[in-house]
């Protein structure tokens, strides 16, 4: 996508993995971490489902960081790192961050059905 026209950038750059982009935009506006995208997920979800630690640790450590935000189908970060391979370090960074590991989904699922 033409980052000119890209609505989403923080998404983007989580999605993608870079870093120094998502911390210039955070430290630009940190309220584009609570803005949801129209897959109606949050950047947190992205980064978690890309499995990048630099970046699930940069929006965990945002003062407005919610761990248990869900996305339009009630999965939460922690749920979506469960269900990716290698995601161990992600998983205990929202552990630490206070993730509900009982939290449900829209189909009544938690984290733990994807460990």
């Known amino acids: 996508m033409n980052e ?12 993608e993995g870079n870093v120094l982009k ?5 430290k ?7 803005k949801k995208d129209d897959d109606g997920r ?7 489902s890309s499995s990048n630690l630099e970046i699930v640790t940069l929006l965990a450590n945002q003062a407005s960081f919610d761990p248990d935000v869900q996305d339009d189908s009630g ?6 790192s469960a269900s990716v391979a290698d995601s161990e370090a992600i998983l205990r960074v929202l552990i630490q961050k206070g993730a509900e590991v009982n939290e449900k ?5 938690t984290a733990l059905h994807f460990v």
Do not use: V
Request: aromatic residues 10%; glycine residues 4%; without cysteine.
């Open 42 to 48: 949050y950047p947190i979800h992205w980064a978690a």
């Open 75 to 80: 999965w939460t970060p922690l749920m979506i």
């Open 28 to 34: 630009t506006d940190p309220k584009l971490s609570r």
């Open 22 to 26: 998502a911390e210039g935009l955070l």
């Open 4 to 15: 000119e026209n890209d609505k989403f950038p923080l998404h983007t750059a989580a999605r």
């Open 105 to 109: 989904n829209s189909s009544g699922q």
